[in-house]
């Protein structure tokens, strides 16, 4: 595959991937037309060597698995790790308001979103909404508004002279998206009546009686773009951390069968991942047991195994470099980044770092560093949380960006691909460690 398609199949896989719900559904199709097997956690499993299989919990986390040719307890497993999830606007429980005749939804922040730029965007909705259906069972449906149903505007220059120097945002009062005009002597609009509306209209949900609750996102409508005067960025929503998922996801495709490989992507990230089903719940460590069948044996496959974990690092803005450490600013198409940190808010160390880049020196990528400036703050990644539940060697890396946390992220148009040739090789390799 060269580099226009991969990236117009992943800008592709982003757009029908608006919200974690629809990446792990759209990723576990992809397995699944490729022969991955779907298990059941509920159910007894019965694993062939060699063998391909697939998991998910509540929806958002996957965890894809080959059971490769080659001893397990002498290779362990190479993973690779990221998360479904992105800072975004999450539709509250009773979100109906109505202020100066104006329809709006309330909403909570998700994530650590920079909230300036969900300004004037043009808004549409989607997740996963639970109803009562005619048998009484209680049923669950994947949903997408596709068009603009919202907006945020701003609040006009003229009304506030301080906008471009001082503009604070209150996130109660300042991001209820702008829905509908309504008369307020009328009846007030019911956001579950409308759910139920667009579940039998657009899903053709006929058996359902009322919606019960929902999970539902407001995203932008904007579809991903390759953008700069020789289409050198890839602009999109969602790419952290979905273009790591995509980096996993066809690595994982193109693995040989030699190896046991496992790609792990996980909800709740940008929450802190504590859940059932984000980085720092049970699902991974219940998966390899299952695999593994005794804690002796598991033990031995952890030890053997590495993580990387794939999420996007900071670029060296050109507006403000001071921003990074002079000697660790990442550069936007000069290869993946390894992420350091002292204080193992990243969980790279000197083993894991020196496996990566001798498979990058074989692989023909590229790789640069990132460590942040002494006196700031870093942020985190699955990676230490992935190391500290199960005790696997880690790695942190990713692909340098812009914006990151903002609702349209910059990335280079290089970096994808050579972190999937990268993630390839790491899954096809034989190494040592």
Same mark, same amino acid.
């Given at each position: ?6 990236? &117009? ?29 779907? #298990? ?48 975004? #606007? ?13 329809? &709006? ?20 909705? @989607? ?44 996130? &109660? ?84 069968? &030699? ?50 974990? @794939? ?83 880690? #790695? ?6 812009? @914006? ?30």
């Amino acid at each position: 595959m060269d580099n226009d398609t991969f990236n &117009q199949s992943l800008m592709t896989f982003i757009g029908q991937s608006m919200t974690p719900f629809h990446a792990t559904y759209n990723m576990a199709n992809a397995l699944q037309e490729a022969g991955f097997v779907a #298990l059941n956690e509920a159910d007894a499993w019965q694993l062939d060597k060699p063998g391909k299989y697939l998991v998910t919990r509540n929806d958002s986390s996957i965890i894809a698995f080959i059971l490769g040719e080659q001893d397990l307890l002498a290779e362990g497993f190479r993973m690779l790790g990221a998360h479904t999830d992105s800072p975004c #606007l999450k539709v509250k429980p009773q979100p109906d308001r109505v202020a100066q005749g104006y329809y &709006q939804l309330g909403v909570e922040v998700y994530g650590g979103a920079l909230l300036n730029p969900w300004f004037d965007r043009d808004l549409s909705l @989607a997740g996963r909404v639970s109803y009562l259906s005619k048998t009484g069972r209680i049923e669950h449906a994947l949903i997408d508004f596709e068009q603009p149903i919202a907006v945020i505007p701003s609040l006009a220059i003229h009304l506030d002279r301080e906008a471009n120097s001082a503009r604070s945002i209150n996130a &109660q009062l300042h991001l209820p998206p702008l829905v509908a005009q309504v008369d307020e002597q009328g009846e007030s609009p019911s956001f579950k009546d409308l759910l139920l509306a667009h579940l039998i209209e657009k899903v053709q949900c006929s058996d359902i009686v009322k919606v019960l609750d929902y999970e539902l996102f407001f995203y932008d409508t904007q579809p991903a773009a390759l953008i700069g005067l020789d289409q050198q960025f890839i602009a999109s929503a969602r790419l952290d951390n979905l273009l790591s998922c995509y980096v996993g996801l066809q690595s994982l495709l193109e693995a040989d069968g &030699q190896h046991s490989c496992m790609l792990v992507c996980t909800d709740h990230e940008e929450v802190g991942s504590a859940s059932c089903c984000g980085a720092q719940g049970p699902f991974l460590r219940s998966v390899l047991e299952r695999i593994c069948g005794d804690n002796e044996t598991l033990t031995r496959v952890i030890e053997r195994s590495v993580m990387v974990s @794939a999420d996007n690092a900071h670029g060296i803005h050109p507006n403000y470099p001071d921003k990074h450490d002079e000697k660790h600013g990442p550069l936007l198409n000069r290869g993946p980044v390894i992420k350091v940190n002292a204080n193992q808010r990243y969980a790279t160390n000197s083993v894991t770092s020196a496996l990566v880049r001798h498979l990058g020196e074989q692989a023909g990528v590229g790789l640069q560093s990132f460590v942040v400036r002494s006196d700031m703050g870093c942020g985190s990644t699955i990676g230490p949380i992935t190391a500290t539940e199960l005790g696997v060697k880690t #790695l942190d890396i990713g692909v340098p960006t812009f @914006a990151m946390h903002s609702i349209r992220e910059l990335a280079g148009s290089d970096d994808a691909m050579q972190l999937q040739r990268l993630a390839t090789h790491f899954f096809n390799s034989d190494y040592l460690l």
